[in-house]
Structure formats: C-alpha cells, structure tokens
C-alpha cells in the first residue's frame, strides 16, 4: 500500500473512530450491503481476518471464509461485514485495498512457509486456520508499519460480536444477536431501559449523594 493510501486509510479510520466513541453506527448503506451479502473476493478475506480473531463454526458445508475451527457463532455471523460497512464509517471503499493488502502478506506468508494455496480463493482464504493466526499474530508487530490499520479493524471485529456495534441493542436482543445472546447480554427492563440494581462487587461501594437527583444525575 503506497503511502497516500495508508494516509487515507488512516483518515477514514480517524472518522471511524469518531463514530463509534458518538455510538453511532447505523445500518449498511445499500451498496455496501449489496456488495456484504455478494460473497465477492473483499467480503471473504474480511471475514477470514475477523473469524481468526473471533472463530465462528461454518454457515454451510464448504463455507471457506469461516474456517470452522470452534463450534457456535463468531464475529462473521455476529455481523462484522454489516459494522465494516456501515454509512457512518468511511471505510466501505478502502476495503478492496485492504483486502489487497491482507491477501499480499498471506501470498509473502505462504511463500516463506511452503504453504500450497489454492487459486480459486483469495490468498488469506486459502491459507489453513493455524497460518492465519500466525500471519494475523504478526501484523500486531511493533514494526509492523500498518499496525493501527489491523488494530482498528480488530477493535470493530470485537465491537460487531460485543455489542451488535451495526444494529440497536433492542432491536439485536429481540432477533437474537449472535454475539449478545452468547455472551449472555441482559435484556432491557419493561420499559426499555437497562438498570442494573446488584452492584458488581455484591456490595455499594459509596453512599449516594443526598443532592443526587432523581435521574442520578448530581445536582
């Protein structure tokens, strides 16, 4: 990747982390869910790199993206390419040259390793799951020159499987979010809202302000 395209990649990623301290990221754009649900050679190898951070078991027999190295749902079937494509994040665009990007390390990978790969996938696809974590292992390098690349789009892998980053939390609790309904994620009470009367420790920690507001908020 030349220089002035990590420098855009770099941006977009600056902006994408805006949105996501706003909490806000809304549903795929329709071209960019058009092109998620293609299964195109960009949608595979991101879902290859976030199934080596968050395994999932495969969707259907020969699912080669998934490598199917753990039983229940991964970030792949939590909605990791919907969070990546998402409108309020620019990255929709840069995603063929990061694929690009990811797939020449996996063919430098293979190449130093003896690795076969197959030609009718992309390079990372093709690699088994073991090689994709090693190769994935060290794009976290301290030399590593596109680190924070990796770093963010391994932050947003966590956040599609953690917290259905791409949808509300109502509405990934009631069509049973892969991800939340895994981890076990609370549903809202009655009226919508989460309170959470068991303090962590067991016990309250302070008193509470007596100028505390009904809302808790200080006075």
């Known amino acids: 990747m030349s220089s002035f395209d990590r420098r855009a990649v770099l941006k977009a990623l600056a902006r994408a982390a805006v949105a996501l301290t706003a909490g806000q990221l809304p549903a795929a754009s329709g ?4 092109e998620a649900g293609s299964g195109g050679r960009t949608v595979q190898t991101m879902e290859a790199f976030a199934d080596t951070l968050i395994p999932g078991e495969r969707r259907f027999a020969g699912d080669l993206p998934i490598a199917g190295a753990v039983s229940g ?3 792949v079937q939590a909605g990791v390419i919907q969070t990546l494509t998402s ?3 620019p990255l929709a665009p840069l995603l063929p040259e990061i694929a690009a990007l ?7 990978y293979a190449a130093t390793h003896l690795v076969l790969l197959p030609i009718t996938v992309p390079a990372f696809v093709g690699l088994p799951f073991r090689h994709r974590t090693a190769l994935v292992r060290g794009l976290f390098g301290h030399e590593e020159p596109d680190r924070v690349i990796w770093q963010m789009f391994s932050l947003l892998t966590g956040l599609a499987f953690d917290t259905a980053a791409h949808l509300d939390t109502r509405q990934a609790l009631a069509t049973g979010h892969p991800g939340l309904t895994w981890l076990g994620f609370p549903p809202p009470d009655p009226d919508g809202l989460w309170r959470f009367p ?3 420790y067991g016990r309250a920690l302070a008193a509470l ?3 505390t507001t009904a809302s808790g908020s200080p006075a």
């Open 209 to 211: 302000h007596p100028a």
């Open 73 to 75: 749902p991964g970030a």
């Open 87 to 89: 409108q309020e994040l």
């Open 31 to 34: 071209a960019a869910a058009a």
């Open 198 to 200: 068991d303090h962590s």
């Open 102 to 108: 990811l797939n020449a390390r996996a063919v430098a």
